[in-house]
Every structure is written in structure tokens, then in C-alpha cells.
């Protein structure tokens, strides 16, 4: 009985062994992303080339909201994660508050060639989605609504309409609808957003909080226009309902990659964070998923089709059409000031 | 005893009050000594406008139960306990289903397009879709819904244990069934009136899922300022400060009801 205890343990000692040698040979790094369908287009597109061409180990975790863990892990000094694929809110905020590491660009030339509004002294831009004006084909099968102005013509587009219970892009629609032009949102007026919003706001049947939520919305016919992710209708049109958006005057908005302060695996998280952004690796994505590379060099890489391409956020002439959301300022006093009055103006 | 019951305690202190203290210590410590937290949320009028619409709803949600739930406690004590299990075993039967789900069930039949109006519409009772969902009446509908059998369960518990000699006592003194009802049966049955309604409003109090998806964005339950909390503030202790003002707001509703009735019975044990 005894022997046989000991030679347990000894194999378990044995194979742990074998697996911290292992560890320490190759190097390796630990990966955040939301998870589902996402992550997984990233683990085809991105990720697992990234690790065969560094020949490193890609260690992969999923959070809906990284926030919290974010904060928590830098916090108690000891971060188990590298690299995080999150809101670029987040890399901005995160960089301010000291939870992020400064990137040195000279050892990230992808990140450097990309154009600066697409990056941060923390982050780099991973890819792209857009808040855009979509509708049901069935309500409006010719005419449909084509701006934020016609979202905001209750008497011109009759139906029911949703928006995102959040500020993000909702005020920046509310701008646009007043006749503020996408290149000239930032600073946000605030006071004259929430004054357009009060204007539209007894129009709204629902006030959506997560994407799946305005999915159905869509799908179901319970709404006949809303704000919604590109991405989202999409997939709903796959499946067959008729609804439809436009890029006109949609909200260009992002995730980015950053590197969390004290990260165990500092070297290896930059060298990584440079081959996600590989403009090759890049272009994969949107061949795997209905979002835009965060590299525009990805369009010049010949591998999106040029149908493909004209489906994408981030293509160049979509983007021309579109606002870039400034998350410098939202992540400014004035920013955080507006998110805490959403609430005001949701309970009023 | 106490060994037996040590296990479970240090569970308890673990799990339950460890954190909830670590949270509650948050929201009065950050970075030093802080009561801005509080101040906040005493003075700030969204958070009044919440905890004023929270004890709303969960007032109705509990009178509405109660009247759903009376009836069906009466009926599976008064006939035969093969019945009488049929009848609670349907009570309890939506348990095996996440209140997730039956959110987005409640949906299919409340929504525009949805299975009532669409009847309705069909009968030729209404013209247009009536609103039912994405308020308040639809986060009401749904949470009655799921918090019923924490009234009825109570309510039969209590039942059984009225003697139905007494009734007979009282038809054999020339009572008719209704006023034995009123004078004999419902007086004895308030212990498990008040159980139900007090476990039905404060698990309603805490509610989350059901308003997030039914409430169309406009029913702000407390629970929601909670979360909303966690990422406005980006800090627990604005969150943990709401979550405290809650949990004090239960704790006292516990005391009041307390002083009127022994918490074993609240709870279903006696």
C-alpha cells in the first residue's frame, strides 16, 4: 500500500518536473480577449501564427469585462496576465492610472508605421467595430433612414427605435443628428448631446445593454431601427431577417492591445504585441470574423478581396464615412463626466 | 452540536462574511477614511429615485404573489396529498429552469411581436401592439413569476399545520364556509402570510436579470446601480456603498417583521 502511495507521488513529482522544464524552455505569455466566436476568429487568425512564428507558447484566458481584473492583479502587485485585448478606454485609462506599461515603439515597428490616431504611448489597435444606424428592410424597404438626423425624424421615419443604455456613441449620434460633422465631434458639446437625446428619448421602446440584446431586438421585429454593432446585424441578416445598416455616420470604435504593468512575461508580451499587429495576421481576421483589422496596412495586404473589404468598419473609404471615436477624451475628466450624467439622464 | 454545526459556520464566515465585510470596509476606505461613498448615494437623486422605485416594485411583486399564491396554497391543502404533491410539485418545477431563460421566455410572449399580442391582434381586440414589456409591468409580470413559489411553499407549510377540526368546529356551530374562512382559516394562516411576503419582497429587493432584460433600460433597479457602479466609479467602494444601504434596508425589514413573528417561521422551519 505504501509503495504504492510513494510511487504515486513520485510520478506526480516526476511529471511536474517535466512540466516546469518545458515552461522554462519556450518562452511564453498569457492572453486575455472576451471570449466566444471572437476569440476564437483571433486564435485562427492571430494568435496561433504569432506563436509558431515566435516560437513561443500563447496562453489564452477570456473575460467579458477585463476591467475589474485589470485593476485587481496590478493591484495585489503580482499580474498573471500578459497581454489584454480590451476597449482602448480601457488601455487609456489603465496607462494613466499606472496599470499599464509604457510601450516602447522602437521595438514594435508594426505598431510605429500605424498611423497615430490608431495608437496610444500603452496601446496599439487590435481591430474594429462600428456603432451604426440599422433597420428592419420589411419597415422601410425603400427610403430607410441614412443618418442620425433621420433616426431623430419621428414624423419621416415612423417606427419604434432602440439606443445603447450607455453614452459611448450615443452622444456622438446625438451630435451628428444635430448637425455636427463626424470630424469635428471632439470635444463632445455635452449639454447640447443630452439635449438632443431628451428630444428623441420618448421615442426610444428600449434602451439595449448588451449586443446579443439588440440583436433580438432586430430579429424580432421589436424595433424598427436601432444603434446597434455592425457585427451584430450582420449576423442576424445571415440568418435570414431582413434588416440592414449603413456605414453613414456609423461610430468607428476599437479594442487594443496593451501590456499590464509588472506582466511576468514583459519581453516576450512586446514582441507578441508587435506580431499580432503584423499587417498579414491582421488581414486574416476579418476573413474569420465581421470585424476591421486595427492595421490599415491589412488592406493593402492583398489577402481581404475587395468585396470582402467593402464589408469592413475599418476599410478606408467605410472609414471616411464614419466618426473615430476619440477615447482620449472619454477617458478625460469631461469624458468620465458624461458617463456618470448617462445615469442621471436614464432615471430621469 | 457545535462541532456538527462548525463546518458550516466557517463556510459561512468564508464565503459570506468575509467578503461582504471586505466590501462593506471598501466602501468606507480608500485611500484613507472616506464617506464620499455614502454621501453620494444620500445625496444624490438617481440613487433615491432607485431604492424609491426598488421598494415599489417589490411591494407590488409581493402583493400580486400573494394573491396568485393564496389560492394555489389553499387548494394543495385542501385535497387529497397525491393532489396536493401534483399541485406543489408544478409550483416548484420552474426552479429546474435559469431565470435567464424565462426572462427571454417572458419576452417571446410580452414583445410586439410577441405570442399575446399577436392573439390580441388576431381577435381583433387591439389595433396596436400593446406595450408590455421593456417597463416596469413586464419586469413585474416576469419577477412575480419566478418569486412565486416562495410564497406559495411558505403559505402551505403553514396551512398544513391548521387543524381541519376547527373548521368542522366552526360549521358545526352553524358558521357558513366563508365565514369560517375569515374568522377561523385566514387568521391562522398569517404567520405564513407574512413568510411568504417577507421572503418574496426581499428577494425581489435584489433583484437583477429580470429588470436588466425586461425593463427596457428604464426600470433602474438598486442591483443595477450596483454594477453600473463598479464601472462608472471604477472602484468597489462606490458599488459596495449601494449594496450596503440595501443590505441594511433588508436587515431592518428582517427586525421589524422579527418583532411580530419568530424568524424560524419566516424561514419555513417551524
Known amino acids: 500500500m505504501m509503495t504504492k502511495r510513494n510511487f504515486g507521488l513520485g510520478c506526480a513529482l516526476v511529471g511536474a518536473m517535466g512540466l516546469t522544464t518545458s515552461a522554462d524552455a519556450a518562452e511564453q505569455i498569457t492572453f486575455v480577449s472576451q471570449g466566444g466566436a471572437y476569440q476564437q476568429a483571433q486564435t485562427v487568425a492571430i494568435l496561433d501564427p504569432s506563436a509558431k512564428k515566435l516560437g513561443i507558447t500563447i496562453n489564452q484566458d477570456s473575460i467579458p469585462d477585463a476591467w475589474p481584473a485589470i485593476k485587481t492583479q496590478v493591484g495585489s502587485g503580482k499580474p498573471i496576465w500578459d497581454v489584454v485585448d480590451t476597449p482602448t478606454g480601457n488601455c487609456l485609462r489603465g496607462g494613466e492610472q499606472g496599470l499599464m506599461e509604457k510601450l516602447d515603439f522602437s521595438k514594435i515597428p508594426n505598431g510605429a508605421a500605424m498611423p497615430e490616431a490608431y495608437r496610444s504611448p500603452y496601446s496599439v489597435s487590435y481591430e474594429f467595430y462600428s456603432s451604426v444606424l440599422s433597420y428592419s428592410q420589411k419597415t422601410f424597404p425603400k427610403d430607410a433612414p441614412n443618418s442620425w438626423a433621420d433616426f431623430w425624424d419621428v414624423k419621416k421615419f415612423p417606427g419604434r427605435r432602440a439606443l445603447r443604455n450607455h453614452p459611448f456613441a450615443t452622444l456622438e449620434a446625438a451630435l451628428m443628428a444635430d448637425g455636427v460633422a463626424p470630424d469635428k465631434l471632439y470635444p463632445l458639446d455635452v449639454d447640447r448631446a443630452f439635449k438632443k437625446l431628451e428630444e428623441i428619448k420618448p421615442h426610444i421602446t428600449v434602451w439595449w445593454t448588451s449586443g446579443a440584446q439588440s440583436a433580438q431586438l432586430l430579429n424580432d421585429g421589436e424595433v424598427d431601427m436601432e444603434m446597434a454593432w455592425n457585427g451584430r446585424v450582420s449576423a442576424v441578416a445571415k440568418e435570414g431577417a431582413k434588416v440592414a445598416f449603413t456605414y453613414n455616420q456609423g461610430i468607428l470604435q476599437s479594442t487594443s492591445l496593451c501590456i499590464l504593468k509588472g506582466a511576468p512575461n514583459l519581453d516576450t508580451a512586446v514582441k507578441f504585441l508587435n506580431e499580432a499587429v503584423d499587417p498579414v495576421h491582421q488581414a486574416n481576421l476579418p476573413l474569420n470574423i465581421d470585424y476591421g483589422p486595427g492595421n490599415p496596412k491589412a488592406f493593402e495586404t492583398g489577402v481581404i478581396n475587395p468585396e470582402r473589404a467593402a464589408q469592413l468598419p475599418s476599410e478606408p473609404a467605410n472609414a471616411s464615412k464614419q466618426a473615430l471615436m476619440s477615447y482620449a477624451w472619454w477617458s478625460s475628466p469631461a469624458g468620465e463626466a458624461a458617463e456618470k450624467r448617462w445615469a442621471s439622464f436614464m432615471q430621469k | ?270
Request: proline share 5%.
Open chain 2, 1 to 270: 452540536m457545535l462541532a456538527l454545526v462548525s463546518p458550516a459556520l466557517l463556510v459561512i464566515l468564508a464565503l459570506i462574511v468575509l467578503p461582504v465585510g471586505w466590501l462593506a470596509w471598501q466602501s468606507i476606505y480608500h485611500d484613507g477614511f472616506t464617506v464620499e461613498n455614502y454621501r453620494r448615494v444620500f445625496t444624490e437623486d438617481i440613487y433615491w429615485r432607485s431604492f424609491a422605485l426598488t421598494f415599489e416594485i417589490s411591494l407590488a411583486v409581493t402583493v400580486i404573489a400573494l394573491l396568485l399564491g393564496y389560492p394555489v396554497a389553499y387548494l394543495a391543502n385542501s385535497v387529497p396529498k397525491g393532489w396536493s404533491i401534483l399541485i406543489l410539485s408544478l409550483v416548484v418545477l420552474p426552479f429546474w429552469t435559469s431565470v435567464l431563460v424565462r426572462a427571454y421566455a417572458w419576452l417571446a410572449l410580452l414583445q410586439r411581436t410577441g405570442v399575446i399580442n399577436q392573439f390580441l391582434r388576431y381577435l381583433d381586440v387591439i389595433s396596436e401592439p400593446l406595450a408590455l414589456v421593456h417597463n416596469t409591468f413586464g419586469t413585474v409580470v416576469a419577477t412575480v413569476h419566478i418569486l412565486l413559489p416562495f410564497m406559495v411553499l411558505p403559505l402551505y407549510a403553514t396551512m398544513q399545520k391548521i387543524p381541519g377540526d376547527l373548521m368542522q368546529a366552526g360549521a358545526s356551530l352553524g358558521a357558513s364556509p366563508s365565514l369560517t374562512f375569515f374568522r377561523v382559516f385566514l387568521p391562522l394562516s398569517l404567520p405564513g402570510v407574512l413568510a411568504g411576503c417577507t421572503m418574496v419582497f426581499v428577494l425581489c429587493l435584489g433583484f437583477y436579470i429580470t429588470p436588466e432584460l425586461l425593463g427596457g433600460g428604464r426600470t433602474v433597479m438598486v442591483s443595477m446601480l450596483v454594477s453600473r457602479n463598479v464601472e462608472l466609479y471604477n472602484q468597489f467602494g462606490a458599488a459596495s456603498a449601494v449594496a450596503v444601504v440595501l443590505l441594511l434596508s433588508v436587515l431592518a425589514i428582517f427586525f421589524v417583521v422579527s418583532r411580530f413573528i419568530s424568524l424560524d417561521r419566516v424561514l419555513g422551519q417551524k
